[in-house]
């Protein structure tokens, strides 16, 4: 069975509860992280194990591991997938490695949208949108 959900502009994800991710739908961006741009009309899976959350943006994907680890993929003009240097990416990469500290921010992309991005990594702002988000806290 599935344990969350999460939609993009044109493409879903399922969590499931042996920590794997499903992906289907549009992939433009490389947004399924299935390592290629083509559209997938089923679900395949992206990630064996080890998955507890996932969120979907408009064109990216974003998976925290049980590790604390935080996994990217799509379309990152924008920094949205908060590595404000990294290209897009059509694969899942690592933007918060396990162990490290941070605190989440999220940010409302769109009417019902919402995405998570860490706010910080060895004290420094990795995306202006999570620093925008913690200054609006204070």
Not at 80 to 89: C, D, F, Y
Not at 113 to 123: A, I, K, M, Y
């Amino acid at each position: 069975g599935g344990m969350a959900i999460a939609a993009g502009e044109r493409h879903s994800m399922l969590l499931k509860q042996d920590g794997s991710v499903w992906v289907t739908g549009k992939n433009k961006y490389g947004q399924l992280g299935d390592g290629s741009t083509d559209l997938k009309r089923s679900f395949v899976q992206v990630i064996c194990r080890g998955a507890t959350a996932i969120a979907a943006g408009d064109d990216h994907s974003m998976v925290l591991k049980q590790d604390g680890s935080v996994w990217v993929t799509g379309r990152n003009d924008f920094g949205q997938l908060g590595a404000s240097k990294m290209p897009s990416s059509v694969i899942f990469v690592c933007v918060i490695p396990s162990g490290v500290e941070h605190r989440s921010a999220s940010a409302r992309t769109s009417p019902g949208l919402w995405w998570c991005v860490d706010g910080t990594q060895s004290g420094k702002p990795i995306s202006r949108m999570a620093s925008a988000e913690r200054s609006m806290a204070s």
